[in-house]
């Protein structure tokens, strides 16, 4: 029996050194195919991935192009648009790689809406930047008129914010195991999910206005669809105290009631690594094994060689 894993590749991962263009990121995404494609031989795959880069072009092309007779897309559709491109362009590398290497597998992208909670704290406290920079003044006049909430963005200009609510379903889990349970390598919960609420009553979804960390999302799609392992690929091999100091230390195997009481302590930040860290132990707390490490050390730390790797 194949051990199933779950990839959440971050949003950069296919924007190394800020490429823009399809070409430019569909170039990288070979990379990240033919990795996938070595690897399906000896795990069932599952892959998420981040939008930060994508989803943030398309508002801008959105907001600008936008007109009465062609009005801007709400986020959580902008949400769906990202997803629809990134599994593309990931879909076509990884058919791709099995190809060239004379292998037949199938590929699937599931466009994913992932249920929240509508009375979860962060609709209150928007604190997620998306979107292009705007003055003060731009910023504060697009809030009255949109109804955006807006933040001066770590003096680099201002921006919107939006909610980030944690993740508590996914409507499409049963349709992505089946198509696990068939051999598909199957990519899902794209940029966190499109973020929706339930109604208690008719459970009718609707689409709500966030980001949901992909962190998150992909952690609660490995802990629906069953997987052994939950791995974020981030940009750094290994997860550091004191990162980028000289008293910088690495962690390699590790427990998730240590590396939650270093959460406590401050040692990661909240935009970059602290989401990592408290999806891997959450995992790992249900009896998975959660890693963090990059793209080229993948293969190790599934094999417990290389990576930060967080057991019960």
């Given at each position: 029996?194949?051990?199933?894993?779950?990839?959440?590749?971050?949003g950069n991962a296919l924007q190394e050194n800020?490429?823009?263009?399809?070409?430019?990121?569909?170039?990288?995404a070979t990379k990240v195919g033919e990795i996938?494609?070595?690897?399906?031989?000896?795990?069932?795959?599952?892959?998420?991935?981040?939008?930060?880069?994508?989803?943030?072009?398309?508002?801008?092309?959105?907001?600008?192009?936008?007109?009465?007779?062609?009005?801007?897309?709400?986020?959580?559709?902008?949400?769906?648009?990202?997803?629809?491109?990134?599994?593309?362009?990931?879909?076509?590398?990884?058919?791709?790689?099995?190809?060239?290497?004379?292998?037949?597998?199938?590929?699937?992208?599931?466009?994913?809406?992932?249920?929240?909670?509508?009375?979860?704290?962060?609709?209150?406290?928007?604190?997620?930047?998306?979107?292009?920079?705007?003055?003060?003044?731009?910023?504060?006049?697009?809030?009255?008129?949109?109804?955006?909430?807006?933040?001066?963005?770590?003096?680099?200009?201002?921006?919107?914010?939006?909610?980030?609510?944690?993740?508590?379903?996914?409507?499409?889990?049963?349709?992505?195991?089946?198509?696990?349970?068939?051999?598909?390598?199957?990519?899902?919960?794209?940029?966190?999910?499109?973020?929706?609420?339930?109604?208690?009553?008719?459970?009718?979804?609707?689409?709500?206005?966030?980001?949901?960390?992909?962190?998150?999302?992909?952690?609660?799609?490995?802990?629906?669809?069953?997987?052994?392992?939950?791995?974020?690929?981030?940009?750094?091999?290994?997860?550091?105290?004191?990162?980028?100091?000289?008293?910088?230390?690495?962690?390699?195997?590790?427990?998730?009631?240590?590396?939650?009481?270093?959460?406590?302590?401050?040692?990661?930040?909240?935009?970059?690594?602290?989401?990592?860290?408290?999806?891997?132990?959450?995992?790992?707390?249900?009896?998975?094994?959660?890693?963090?490490?990059?793209?080229?050390?993948?293969?190790?730390?599934?094999?417990?060689?290389?990576?930060?790797?967080?057991?019960?």
């Amino acid at each position: 029996m194949k051990k199933r894993i779950v990839l959440a590749l971050g949003g950069n991962a296919l924007q190394e050194n800020g490429e823009a263009t399809a070409e430019a990121q569909k170039a990288i995404a070979t990379k990240v195919g033919e990795i996938i494609a070595e690897l399906s031989d000896k795990y069932e795959i599952v892959v998420a991935h981040g939008n930060g880069p994508q989803v943030g072009n398309i508002l801008i092309h959105e907001e600008t192009a936008s007109t009465d007779k062609a009005p801007a897309m709400p986020l959580e559709t902008a949400v769906a648009m990202s997803q629809g491109q990134i599994g593309y362009w990931l879909t076509q590398a990884i058919n791709n790689a099995l190809s060239k290497k004379g292998k037949r597998r199938k590929v699937a992208t599931v466009v994913s809406q992932v249920v929240v909670d509508k009375n979860d704290p962060a609709f209150r406290n928007p604190t997620k930047p998306i979107g292009q920079f705007y003055s003060e003044k731009d910023a504060k006049t697009l809030a009255k008129s949109k109804g955006w909430i807006v933040k001066e963005d770590a003096g680099r200009g201002w921006r919107r914010v939006v909610p980030s609510p944690k993740p508590i379903d996914i409507i499409e889990k049963g349709s992505i195991t089946e198509l696990i349970k068939d051999g598909t390598i199957v990519i899902a919960a794209g940029g966190g999910g499109i973020p929706v609420t339930r109604t208690k009553v008719l459970k009718r979804l609707k689409g709500v206005d966030a980001v949901i960390d992909k962190d998150f999302a992909a952690e609660k799609l490995a802990e629906l669809t069953g997987a052994d392992i939950f791995v974020s690929v981030t940009a750094v091999p290994y997860v550091y105290t004191n990162f980028g100091t000289s008293n910088q230390a690495k962690l390699e195997h590790i427990s998730a009631k240590e590396i939650t009481n270093l959460t406590k302590y401050g040692y990661f930040k909240s935009g970059s690594m602290l989401p990592k860290v408290e999806a891997a132990a959450a995992f790992a707390k249900k009896g998975g094994t959660g890693i963090i490490t990059d793209i080229n050390h993948l293969e190790k730390a599934l094999k417990g060689e290389a990576g930060t790797i967080v057991t019960k």
